[in-house]
């Protein structure tokens, strides 16, 4: 029997192909263009967060807690927001370039992310 989880998977990997699928059958994500960039940050988006998303929707534990699929996603929605400023052009903001923020977002994105989990994992360890 297949567990939820990796039913998620599965599902979240036939989504995600499926995107690459229509991208490529109306000439969408060739290139190095806007739609190239959301196409692919789409699939990433889709192939490592898609199942966390749905079995945190469901509400569903399993191997993970939900509140702890619930940060991987945020995390991974901070990522994928700073790869799109990163691929943003030459335009700034002031005088910092939009690939400036969108890193500073990125390491902000993963750094929360990691105290935020080692927090939660030191409340876990401690007896009450």
């Known amino acids: ?14 989504v995600a192909f499926l995107l690459l699928l229509v991208a490529a059958y109306f000439d969408v994500g060739v290139g190095t263009g806007p739609a190239a960039i959301a196409v692919a940050l789409l699939f990433n988006g889709i192939i490592f967060g898609g199942a966390h998303l749905y079995l945190a929707l469901r509400g569903d534990d399993g191997m993970v807690p939900v509140e702890a699929r619930w940060r991987y996603v945020a995390m991974l929605g901070g990522l994928l927001g700073g790869g799109a400023l990163v691929y943003g ?9 939009l ?10 994105a993963v750094s929360s992310y990691l105290v935020t ?4 994992s030191y409340r876990d360890t401690r007896a009450e």
């Open 89 to 97: 052009g030459d335009r700034t903001i002031a005088t910092v370039t």
């Open 1 to 14: 029997m297949v567990s939820r989880e990796l039913s998620a998977q599965i599902g979240a990997f036939s």
């Open 117 to 120: 989990e080692t927090i939660a």
């Open 99 to 108: 690939s400036t923020i969108g890193i500073a977002v990125m390491a902000l």
